[in-house]
């Protein structure tokens, strides 16, 4: 089919929203593995019909499926998650040593190239690789060595939440721990180092200039410059013009800098999406008003956009891995909300439309644009 | 043959009826049907105990005969009644919300 497919994983079951390029009318699936929570819901680029879940309970842990048919029929793979060699200890909310557990599974990347490998990104924070399509999993245990010790768990859990592809540089993988920072390999995973220079946090950090231990909530890349890197944290929005090595505060005229998701236009690799939120504890929008941010400028420069979503008496949140765009023209931006909602604008951001008001609350929302 | 009867969401994504049967060969303990299962059911591996650690995960609990048998060390024998097939082991998910 032409069009776009929507990923969705809320805290009761994944969804599949569907449309045609004119994203207009769209049909909402049954819920998919109903009852349990979906972390995160993505697609191999190569092979748009590969999908990946991850599905997890406090009841049953965490599981993998893999549909090879567009989500038609799922097959469980491998979901033994096992840290290499001698887990450690981490930084606890009480300032002791605590050994590295597995939780969840937060973030399934697929590779850009090759519809067998996948990225997991897990709590407690590590990162894993399947070569073989899920069945099995291996940790890219180098970047635990990178002072890990001073790493600590966030409100959400010590969570390695996003993780960023060089579409030009196979080697280059990017990721984010909250709260530990960001890390960047340039030799595909072998060692790693934290690029975090530039990020401050002066409330939550003795040292707020520290090399590791910030709240990173969020990365995002344009596939076409790959060196620009932009950074929704704890507080500030910031971006980067050197994959990394250094970050400047592009928040501006933001009503709040505080936030989870942060996205990049499919086509503008200057035009950036933010969703503000009050404070870190007070979830939800500034004034009731359910604002998207864009910038054209990559940042400093912010535009409240507004049509189409609820301005009075709005309190849901937006997760960090539910705000994504497709890839047509004009581009397509969607985001999940706490509250159930699902809103699309197919206009780059100019107006929204509720696709779907009342699932389970959402944690991640990805886009499929079809061929 | 011993009998496991298996929650919803177990059942569900083993793709089977509410009760399997496994074989298992003496001794019939916790741990051996468990690995029975697992093996029957390879989807269910870490669903209800650790992979690595084989421990119980929290929120399940082993039922037989009427009695809670999710603290007892998993390598004793279960009741007869389980082992001979007249009585069910039920794998259950624990009471947890509010």
Known sequence: MNGVRVLVGTRKGAFILTSDEKRKRWKVSEPIFPGWEIYHFSGSPVDPNRLYVSQSSGWFGQLIQRSDDGGKTWQTMGNKFAYEGIPGTHQWYDGTQHPWEFKRVWQLKPSLTDPDTVYAGVEDAALFRSSDGGQSWQELAELRKVKSELWQPGAGGMCLHTILLDPQDANRIIVAISAAGAFRSDDGGESWRPINNGLKSQYELPDPDAEVGHCVHNLAMHPSKPNVLFMQKHWDVMRSDNGGDSWDEVSGNLPSDFGFPIAVHAHEPNTIYVVPIKSDSEHYPPEGKLRVYRSRSGGQEWEALTRGLPQKNCYVNVLRTALAVDALDPCGIYFGTTGGQVYASADSGDSWKDIVRDLPSVMSVEVQTLP | ?98
């Open chain 2, 1 to 98: 043959m011993i009998r496991v009867i298996l929650p919803t969401h177990l059942r569900r994504l083993a793709n089977t009826e509410r009760q399997v049967q496994v074989p298992v060969n003496a001794p019939v303990t916790i741990r051996t049907v468990l690995d029975s299962l697992e093996n029957t059911y390879p989807m269910l591996k870490g669903t209800i105990r650790d992979q690595n650690t084989l421990q119980r995960r929290a929120f399940v609990r082993f039922f037989a005969c009427g009695q809670d048998l999710s603290h007892v060390p998993t390598d004793d024998p279960l009741p007869d009644s389980v082992a001979n097939g007249s009585e069910p082991l039920w794998v259950v998910g624990a009471m947890a919300g509010g």
